[in-house]
């Protein structure tokens, strides 16, 4: 059951520069909110999503502010929230890459769990001078590895494969913590893989369309990956942003699994990319232990029962759907680099 009036609230959002930010920011300006979003410096910008959604949104972009900020700078953070005085917070920000996790662990550790921490203690406190509800982005990822334990619901141990699956996990507690020991709204949102044209460039989906779409007007010439038997749960972005909102506007906080409850080999995927382009992956894909993890999530596959019947929430996108537009943006953009391409080789 939904307990919210939407129209005049204020959100916070760290993460609001990548994937997910970008959706959920869209969401919540065309739900009529003021967003507010944490943006970290960075040598290069980094917010090209964001710059998007304001040309495609003008009318609204006097809505969505932002500040800079850090996960790993705790005081900061809770600055910035007590000034903004947000309703609900979504905790998006993290160094998401699991891969790249097994090279900066700490790091990884900082910015995934005492970063979740940090938002947790600002909400505490300003819990006390207005009501406040949490969203932490939590992952499949920390269910790891336990044969059979296929598929997945809030009930499955978890069993991390990778730093970054720890740190979650050790978010994903801390979230349980405050809410029983704190009273606080806090839910977990135990997201399954999530693709979009707006996907960062070296998950491995946007890797592949990404590099199906050039190969296809010869502007590259192979794909070099890793572990291609991996199977996992995919789903569009797009519909999983309205569950992290659905989980913040019920009566009672909890914790859910989002998933479509179909899973994927990575060569599944390559196979629908390439095919599409009248390619055969095999003769441009190479495998390099690079790309390979010191430990492998084998399979995830989502079973999303509570969140349909608590939320009413299901997945509105198929797989070969996502496959579909994540292919046409991609082979817009090849075709795009390579008339600009064209036209610089002009006399
Ligand atoms: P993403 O595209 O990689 O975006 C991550 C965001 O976190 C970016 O805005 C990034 O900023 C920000 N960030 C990184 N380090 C930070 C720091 N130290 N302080 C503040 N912000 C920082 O990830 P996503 O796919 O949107 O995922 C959103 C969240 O959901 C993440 O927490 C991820 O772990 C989790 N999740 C994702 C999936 C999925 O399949 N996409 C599934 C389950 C859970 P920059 O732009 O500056 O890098
Ligand atoms: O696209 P991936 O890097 O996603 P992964 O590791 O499943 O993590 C994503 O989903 C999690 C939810 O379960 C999120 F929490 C996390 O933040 C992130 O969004 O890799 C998917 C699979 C893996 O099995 C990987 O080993 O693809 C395999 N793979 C094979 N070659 C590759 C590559 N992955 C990447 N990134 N790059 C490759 O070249």
Known sequence: MLCSNTSSKTALLTGITGQDGYYLTRLLLQ????VHGIVRRS????????DHLREQMQAAANRLHLHYGDLTDGIGLMEKILEVQPDEIYNLGAQSHVRVSFDTPHYTEQVNSAGALSVLESARVLQKQKPVRVYQASTSEMFGGIPGSSPQSELTPFHPQSPYGCAKVAAFQHTVNYREAHDLFVC????FNHESPYRGETFVTRKITLA???I???LQDELVLGNVDAKRDWGFAGDYVEAMWLML????????????????????FLEIAFNSFGLDWREYTQQNPKHFRPAEVEILCGDAT??????????????EEL????LEHDHELAKREKWGEELAERP
């Open 323 to 326: 496959v579909r537009i994540m």
């Open 306 to 319: 509570k969140a349909r019947e608590k939320l009413g929430w299901e997945p509105k996108t198929s797989f």
């Open 31 to 34: 739900r009529g909110y003021n």
């Open 216 to 218: 296809k007007e010869g």
């Open 188 to 191: 977990n949102g135990i997201l």
């Open 249 to 268: 506007q019920q009566e009672q906080p909890d914790d859910f699994v989002i998933a479509t409850g179909e899973t994927h080999s990575v060569q599944e």
């Open 43 to 50: 040598s290069a910008m980094n917010r090209h999503r964001i």
């Open 212 to 214: 199906a779409a050039r």
